[in-house]
Structures are given as C-alpha cells and as structure tokens.
C-alpha cells in the first residue's frame, strides 16, 4: 500500500505510529449537503403545522439495530406527550429498512414520519429542534444541519461488558471523540430508558442555552474536519490520488533510463 487517505484527524496520527504513511483528507459528510434543508418544505409535503416540534429520531441504519431502540423510543414517545403533545418524530432511514421501522412503529402513540428520501431527510433536519440517534456518522450529518442531540445506543448485556473492558476511549459519540469533550449528552446501555431519553429531549427544546451551546460546538468540530488548507476532502483525496500517480509514472520513467 502506497498510501492510506484518512478521514478523520486523529486517524493520521494513530496509523502514522504503525509505520504508514497516512494523510488526512477531511470528512465527506462535509459536502453531503445535510446543512441544506428548507424546513418550510417539509412542513408543507407532511402537511405539519408551522411550529411543530419535529423530533427526529435514528436508531440505525441496519435491520438488526432499529429494533433495539425503536421501542425504547416509543415509550419514551408516550411520556413526552403529556407536556409535549405537538412533538412529530421523524425517523429518516434507508429504503432497505423503512418497512421493518414502519412495523415496529405500528402501535407508537404518535405515528412518525418516516422518511427515506436523501433530500426530504435534509429538509427534516432544517425542521428538527432536537434529534436522538446512535453513534456514528449520523451525529456529524445533524452536527452539520444545527441540530441539537442525544446519542444513545443499547447492545446485549453481554456485548456491553465486553466493550466495557475492551475499548479505551472516553467517548463513543463521533462529535464528542472530535472535540475531546462531551458535547452532546451519551445516554448508552442503563441508561437508555424512556424516563431519561424524555428528560434529555425535552431539556433539548426546551432549554436554548443548551441548544445554542451544542451549535457552537459543532462549528469547531466541523471545521476540523475540513481537508488540508480547508480544502473540500474530495478535493483533497483527488489531489493526493493524483499525485501518488505522478509519482508512480516519474518512478517508472526513471528506472526505465537506467
């Protein structure tokens, strides 16, 4: 391997230690367009009313996780609407598992949106007020729309206590091991339960100076995710493409003359 493209800062340093050579190109969810949602748009398509409070809700994208923390969100849907009645959960997903949502979403007290298409998922972004997902790339797509959150993720036990004893870091949600901190409350394993995800996603609507402080936030992690010299990072992994190929031929060039 001639070169390995990172995408994540620390990434460059951790695989540098091991001997290769590495370079960090910046993060594709940069140019994923998740910042460019017209909430106005989806108001209208889901027939909303304006000031609805959209919840947007995401519990994975493959069918093996949803149904682990679709019902712990449905109670906690339940406890929500007693002070919150005009909360709409969203749940963007991919086509592949939108029937396996739909189902296990059949009895929730609020019957959500679902929403599979890549722009419409944009659009319930800019809607959002708040949003609970698991770890991963998720929390950098809403990072990048504004859109305050809570991470949460449930495994079986047995998983859990493994991982425990296994993984050194301090942080499993991706904004939160970008910046160092803890950005976004992480509500994992005990702690996902409807009572506290309820409590989590009303302080998020309801509290603006917790809000606000997340968007912040995530204006500093984002911009660490840009490519070199701020470049775009598909710009940024072009560049370096290339040059690798300048490189090869100049090699192959020289060794042929001698």
């Known amino acids: ?128 007020g708040a949003a609970l997902t698991k770890s991963g790339t998720s929390t950098l797509e809403l990072a990048l729309a504004g859109v305050p959150m809570a991470v949460t993720y449930r495994v079986n036990p047995l998983t859990a206590f493994m991982a425990r004893r296994l993984i050194r870091v301090p942080y499993v949600a991706m904004v939160n091991l970008l910046a160092g901190r803890a950005i976004v409350p992480e509500l994992l394993q005990e702690q996902c339960r409807p009572s506290v995800l309820a409590s989590a996603v009303r302080a998020l609507f309801e509290n603006p100076k917790l809000a606000n402080g997340q968007k912040d936030a995530f204006k500093t992690v984002l911009h660490g995710l840009q490519g070199p010299g701020g470049k775009l990072p598909a710009d940024a992994a072009a560049e370096a493409v290339l040059q690798l190929l300048e490189d090869a031929v100049q090699k192959k060039s020289g060794s042929e003359k001698i």
Do not use: N
């Open 1 to 128: 391997m001639e070169e390995l493209l990172c995408l994540l800062p620390f990434e460059e340093k951790f695989f540098s230690k091991h001997g290769l050579l590495t370079k960090f190109v910046g993060h594709p969810v940069l140019q994923s367009g998740a910042e460019t949602g017209d909430a106005a748009r989806f108001y209208q398509q889901h027939g909303l009313k304006q000031g609805a409070r959209v919840l947007i809700l995401m519990p994975g994208s493959r069918r093996s996780e949803a149904p682990r923390l679709l019902p712990v969100f449905g109670k906690m849907l339940a406890l929500l609407q007693r002070d919150m009645p005009d909360v709409v959960p969203v749940i963007p997903v991919s086509p592949v598992v939108a029937a396996t949502v739909a189902r296990e979403t059949a009895r929730w007290p609020v019957r959500p949106v679902i929403v599979t298409d890549v722009q419409d998922k944009h659009d319930a972004f800019a809607a959002a």
